[in-house]
């Protein structure tokens, strides 16, 4: 079964860090673009980063810059968002999502092949 599955969330203090794995199974992300999406109560889906398939080039949501690392790792069919300096705006459910990329250098945010279920990110004191 082809699939993605995010881990690493939790509840966390303002100021504090998490880091989310996205991990694939099924399918190998050597040739897919990822990105990391968020989706806070009562508002929309937003791209928060993604990274090319190479991991050459990756992008950041102005809210994040500074403050969130996405990085990968495809020994491990994984991909990472560093997550320091929370505020209590971060504060949604993140999800992954794959898209399977002819050139290695570009990421987009839509028309993603693979999505994941999400993984809970609370900031809060």
């Known amino acids: 079964q082809l699939q993605l599955v995010e881990s690493g969330g939790g509840l966390v203090q303002p100021g504090g860090s998490l880091r989310l794995s996205c991990a694939a199974s099924?399918?190998?992300?050597?040739?897919?673009?990822i990105a990391w999406f968020r989706q806070a109560p009562g508002k929309e889906r937003e791209g928060v980063s993604c990274?090319?398939?190479?991991?050459?080039?990756?992008y950041y949501v102005d809210s994040v810059k500074g403050r969130f690392t996405i990085s990968r790792d495809n020994a491990k069919n994984t991909v990472y968002l560093q997550m320091n300096s929370l505020k209590p705006e971060d504060t949604a459910v993140y999800y992954c999502?794959?898209?399977?990329?002819?050139?290695?250098?570009?990421?987009?945010?839509?028309?993603?092949?693979?999505w994941g279920k999400g993984t809970l990110v609370t900031v809060s004191s």
């Open positions: 999502a794959a898209l399977r990329v002819a050139a290695d250098y570009v990421c987009y945010y839509y028309d993603m092949n693979y």
């Open positions: 099924g399918f190998t992300l050597d040739h897919y673009a």
């Open positions: 990274i090319s398939s190479s991991g050459a080039s990756r």
